[in-house]
């Protein structure tokens, strides 16, 4: 037994390294836990993208739930998610807001043309002070907000076919339940 | 990686441009090399800060040392080993001005941290405070140091008691010790 003690402790080690491993394999190192989770959406004012001179603010969207999706032009992960939201937008069973963040509107409408536009509405935050109090540090990021304006779930980073599945679909279908 | 870039990517340009030129001057003593790659090291620092601090309009000097103290102690969201005061990321610009707008508007260091801790949670805070979500992080390696003296008090222990009932068992360990 006392041969085998520092085999063992040995083994416990690579256990924890083994352990290491597979746990930054198994969520984004760059993804803050957001504290705005479960919590009113911040109070905001953003023109619309298309007409620039009609504002958006929260009280307009109160009432039926969205989907906010921050996504700009320079952002190469924003291509990488769009076939994703494009394919699933009309059966999400929410609306699909897109926020354009820190973008100028000329190239925010050359991409959406090339790429195809999934968005029931597009806001556009081209100063990106907005986007501070949401909490934003890059794109694409996106926040489900319920009817009463509160944010039920976020997401950092690209929605892919398998976070749309394991995360945003149940998450959605928890928020329906709740309150329809 | 969300966003391109996270450095200034003036590392390569600043170098590579006098590189080639040595290479070109070939024949120069290895002295004279090792100089102008000096000078073209320092260049480059020169270039990454006047890149990361741009100028802002300060009220005074002490302020700016404020800002700058500040800064240090707030980690960028985006790129999670830099301060805000060294990040060339977009959001840690945006953050820069947020605080230094904030400083005009008068608001107190702890306010700021605040303000930024409500978006971003205790990660902007290279010191994080001692809560019930930090225990773990403050008194972890405290644990750990305590489960370790008690397994060296134990084994301690374990060897006075048997040295005392037979030594020769005591002696016979020991030699299994050197074996390995």
Partial sequence: MNRLLPFIAFMLLVALFGFGIWWNTQHDQNAIPSPLLNKPAPAFNLPKLYEPTQMVSKADLLGKPYLLNVFASWCIECGVEHPVLEAAGPSLGVRLVGYNYKDAPADAKRWLGEHGNPYDLLVADEPGHTAIDFGVYGAPESFLIDAKGVIRYKHIGPITPEVLAKELKPAIAAMLKETP | ?180
């Avoid at chain 2, 809560?131 to 301690?156: E, R």
């Avoid at chain 2, 374990?158 to 020991?174: H, L, M, Y």
Wanted: aromatic share 8%; charged share 20%; hydrophobic share 40%.
């Fill in chain 2, 1 to 180: 990686m969300r966003l391109s870039s996270c450095g200034s990517g003036f590392s390569r340009d600043a170098l590579g441009e006098p590189r080639q030129k040595a290479s070109r001057l070939k024949p120069l003593p290895q002295g004279a090399l090792l100089r102008l790659l000096l000078v073209a090291l320092l260049a480059f620092t020169g270039l990454v800060h006047a890149q990361a601090i741009e100028p802002m309009p300060f009220a005074s000097h002490a302020q700016e040392l404020r800002f700058q103290h500040l800064t240090r102690q707030l980690r960028c969201p985006m790129c999670q080993n830099e301060t805000l005061a060294d990040s060339n990321a977009p959001i840690a610009r945006d953050l820069r001005n947020q605080i230094f707008q904030m400083m005009q508007q008068g608001k107190s260091d702890e306010q700021i941290k605040q303000y930024l801790v409500d978006r971003y949670s205790n990660y902007v805070l290279y010191d994080p405070p001692l809560n019930p979500g930090t225990w773990l992080l403050w008194f972890g390696p405290l644990l750990i140091l305590m489960g370790g003296a008690g397994v060296v008090w134990m084994a301690i222990r374990k060897r006075d008691r048997g040295g005392r009932a037979s030594p020769t068992i005591d002696s016979r360990s020991s030699n299994n010790g050197d074996d390995w």
